[in-house]
């Protein structure tokens, strides 16, 4: 019971950071139109902002049926890179373009946290704390959004903000993100079990359940799957 929940709360830090990226554009804007010269260009300012969203909007069309393919683990690592290259861009950017770049990688970051955190959580929790487990993601976003807006009004009080390292410090937690994906977090039990590799969903549930009866959970899935096909 305690490894689910510690999963559960490790894979809802993809939509932390997803709360964070949401905040930090709106206080980071004020210096990229000052820097850029885009004050009489809303238009752009505009494309800054709603440029992550595309890219969210693009990969969750097509997140679905790829995870059904590789694995919900190997997407979330997947966004944790997207993330942290997505931060190192915007770090960076000697232009608007690069910017938008950088935003359009965070966004595709954003479109697989949001679509399969939620997939993954419900696949490994067990049916007793599933629905609390699943109220993490928007929990995470949450706190993303107030611990964003909190460093930026810190920020906002330097003598010479700088708005690139507002939206770079992204990389930070979305490193830790990768190092507890690639470490902690099992794959999907469910998922295995869909692909007929029973004895590595057997041991997955036995971790996530803490006990060596998981029987009942492992011919849960087993008809659920059979159902499908």
């Known amino acids: 019971m305690k490894g689910a929940v510690f999963v559960a709360a490790g894979a809802a830090v993809g ?15 004020l210096y990229i139109k000052k820097e850029f010269s885009l004050q009489n260009e809303p238009t752009m300012q505009g494309l800054i902002v709603a440029m992550s969203l595309i890219g969210a909007t693009l990969v969750t069309t097509c997140s679905g049926a790829i995870s059904d393919w590789l694995g919900r683990r190997p997407m979330l690592i997947i966004s944790s890179v997207l993330y942290f290259f997505g931060g190192l861009v915007m770090l960076w950017s000697p232009n608007v373009y690069i910017l938008l770049l950088g935003r359009l990688l965070d966004g595709l970051g954003i479109g697989l946290a949001v679509t399969l955190v939620p997939v993954y959580i419900s696949e490994t929790s067990p049916p007793e704390i599933r629905g609390s487990l699943n109220t993490l993601p928007q929990f995470m976003g949450s706190g993303g959004m107030f611990l964003s807006y909190c460093m930026v009004f810190g920020m906002s009080l330097m003598e010479s903000p ?55 959970t492992y011919l849960t899935f087993q008809n659920d799957i059979s159902v499908v096909l």
């Open 15 to 29: 939509n932390m950071i997803q709360g964070w990226d949401n905040a930090c554009i709106a206080g980071a804007l």
């Open 162 to 216: 700088n708005w690139r390292l507002i939206l770079g410090v992204l990389s930070i937690p979305s490193l830790f993100y990768f190092v507890f994906t690639i470490f902690f977090l099992p794959e999907s039990p469910r998922w295995l079990v869909s692909k007929r590799r029973m004895h590595e969903a057997k041991h997955v549930l036995q971790r996530l359940r803490g006990r060596q009866d998981v029987s009942g």
